[in-house]
């Protein structure tokens, strides 16, 4: 694995809610331009660890963290990095869609507006609109409000709105577990075309998509990582027998 | 073992029926008792003051001969005092609102006031009538002011502004701000292009609600000496003056049958224009659901 280069790199990192640690000294590399899955079963700290990638815990009160997340060589919670600019850099899907309540256009223009990102902004809203695979559906409708879209089209919006920043890393949390089958698959094979660019770190129940889409697989539970490793070797090989009896379905 | 017919109502179902839609009546009738009697009251209020609604009754100033006298210096008072309090409450009350909901750290402190301001809520009028006194118009020396007065008035109705935005602004779902924040949004436009458009129908039910309240008290307006008989407009905001509650009390206070049927229209007034005020309100509350 050594030939990738890993951009962003948990570092025996814990997180604890009021005391409680949700997520024990995790050590995590992301390749660059690789899809990594974090797979485990529900309150096994996999939601957490992807919220500190760009610090959207801070919004959580009483929230505490120990160790080191290193986005290239920077400490992303060093007192001087203001969290703003990690979101610039690294952005967010959520699991349920939350396009803002304005029209298609204003939803993914509306990041690069108050960022004052330069460039012609028509031409930055439909370069995203065609990468999330959106741009034929929508075209013609631009003005229209965003909430009038389908649950499919309004995440792969919301994934269109993350591209619209030109992030280096796209964090996505259950993208897919509001989503019917046929939605779930587009936004699968949106998945394989971004990492031509993006580097994408995928939460997910849903075992088949990790083993479908990612290259890399992280499995947690109770907050540990118990393996990490390419997707194939986690599927097929784990090294550990808790991995191997969450990927067959014995538990979880 | 007797076999059950599902489709065949029990006593026990039956029951359960009688009992909801003996609840759904009761409701419905305790609804259209209360609506029937503020009709009796407008009715009432109609009948007598109608006869009195004219231009002439708009615009002339309080007189001792029924038939001359107007509402002009209380209608232009109200206005005055409205105005007055709420560019000094809004701002103030929606600002706090702000603070506390998006700010402000959940500790003990901000609890502390948070219940406070939901006490002081409840606080009688007059009590607020008193405090103007001493402070505004004594302490601060600005007099018997129409400025006095709704600084007084900001303080009563500000509790009810600052609870209903408060509200208003939590019902924004947080995976709104989320989303803001995911694209490197400040909190301040997080706030400004997301909380407030979203909060604005509701702020603005509390804002309508709090100035009906400012529009009809009586109580601390007379506390900080406010005048009842006044032959002059304020011209600015420290010019003396007088309310439509006060000169309506002031005529019903009178023996004389005529000033009664005066005060009533005066009420007609009052309430159109706290009608005008809340159909401001569903209006702007209807092209924000529409947007």
Known sequence: ?252 | MNKVNPLIVSDQLARRQWLSRLFKHFCTGVTFLAVAILGVLIFQVSVAGFGWLDWQFLTSFPSRFPERAGIYSALVGTLWLVTLTASLAIPIGVLAAIYLEEYAPKNRFTAFIEVNIANLAGVPSIVYGILGLAVFVRFMGLERSVLAGAMTMSLLVMPVIIIAAKEAIRAVPSSLRQAAFAVGATRWQVVRHHVLPSAIPGILTGVILALSRAIGETAPLIMIGALTYVAFVPEGPLDEFTALPIQIFNWTARPQETFHELAAGGIIVLLAILLLMNATAVYIRYRGSKR
């Open chain 1, 1 to 252: 694995m050594t030939e990738y280069n890993s951009i962003l790199k948990a570092d025996a990192l814990t997180i604890a809610y009021a005391g409680a640690p949700a997520v024990r000294a995790v050590t995590l590399p992301i390749y660059e331009k690789k899809i990594t899955a974090i797979i485990g079963p529900s309150g096994c700290g996999k939601s957490t660890l992807l919220r500190s990638f760009n610090r959207m815990n801070d919004f959580v009160a009483d929230v505490s963290h120990e160790g080191q997340i290193r986005y290239r060589d920077q400490d992303l919670y060093a007192p001087e990095v203001d969290p703003v600019e990690v979101r610039l850099r690294i952005g967010m899907v959520f699991q349920k869609a939350n396009p803002f309540p304005k029209s298609i256009f204003r939803n993914v223009a509306w990041g690069p507006e108050i960022n004052g990102m330069d460039g012609d902004i028509n031409l930055r809203v439909e370069t995203a609109l065609r990468q999330a695979a959106l741009w034929d559906e929508v075209s013609s409708r631009l003005d229209d409000s965003a909430l009038n879209l389908s649950g499919g089209q309004q995440q792969r919006l919301c994934i269109a709105r993350a591209l619209a920043m030109e992030p280096e890393v796209i964090l996505m949390d259950e993208p897919c577990s509001a989503l019917d089958p046929v939605s779930t698959a587009h936004i699968e094979d949106l998945l394989f075309e971004l990492k031509e660019k993006f580097t994408i770190v995928i939460v997910t129940h849903n075992m088949q998509q990790a083993a479908r889409v990612s290259d890399f697989t992280a499995f947690m539970e109770m907050g540990h990582l118990v393996e990490y490793g390419e997707t194939d070797q986690v599927f097929t090989r784990p090294t550990e027998t808790r991995t191997e009896e969450y990927v067959t379905g014995r538990f979880g």
